[in-house]
Structure formats: C-alpha cells, structure tokens
C-alpha cells in the first residue's frame, strides 16, 4: 500500500513563497507520474501539476504557469512544488497523488493514490 504525506502549507501573503512536499512510501515511486491537485472551497478539484516518473517532463495548469514548478527526487521518493507569486486565488487544499500507468496524465481520474492534503492560505 501507497502511502503520500503533503507538507509545507502555511499561511502567507500574496506575494509569497511556498515549497510543498510530498513524501512516498511507494517501492517503486520513480515508476509513477506525480501530480499536484487542488481544491478550494466551493470548487472542484484542479490540476495543478504533474512530473513524469524520471523527472525529465512537467506539465502545468494555465493558472499556475510561470509561478509554480513541479520536481521530484527519485531517491528520496519525495515530490515538490514550489510556489511562487503566490495569490488569494491559488487558497486551496493541496493534494499529491500518484499515477501508475500512465507516461503523463493531468486527469484526477487516472492517479491511484492521494496524500491527505495540506492547506495553503494566501491573503490579500
């Protein structure tokens, strides 16, 4: 059983920095896409970002393009997102979930496991 644990949420001002992280402790978490969703209150759930199994590929939703990036180290079975120019918009609870499978995927549908999430509060 997979088991992920999000870290690193925080309340901050927009503007601010944030790394998230996810621990894994998949066997063979270098073989599966890792992606970061999140949910705001009163939204569905949002693809954020996601990382091909050797790190060598990302892929980002439209809203967080150029703010937010997706990385991984392989030997620590941990994944990251740091967020830059953080805003009110981006307040979410933020999940890690991984994908087996799958070279690249954005869809929640296709990630078998999900962390717990971890809350990310930016004010105004």
């Known amino acids: 059983q997979v088991q992920l644990v999000e870290s690193g949420g925080g309340l901050v001002q927009a503007g601010d920095s944030l790394r998230l992280s996810c621990a894994a402790s998949?066997?063979?978490?270098?073989?599966?896409?890792a992606g970061w969703f999140r949910q705001a209150l009163g939204k569905e759930r949002e693809f954020v970002a996601c990382?091909?199994?050797?790190?060598?590929?990302?892929y980002y939703g439209d809203s967080v393009k150029g703010r937010f990036t997706i990385s991984r180290d392989n030997f620590r079975n941990t994944v990251y997102l740091q967020m830059n120019s953080l805003k009110p918009e981006d307040t979410a609870v933020y999940y890690c979930a991984l994908a087996r499978g799958y070279t690249m995927t954005k869809n929640a549908a296709n990630y078998d496991y999900w962390g717990q999430g971890t809350h990310v509060t930016v004010s105004s």
């Open positions: 990382i091909n199994s050797s790190g060598g590929s990302t």
């Open positions: 998949a066997r063979t978490f270098s073989s599966y896409v």
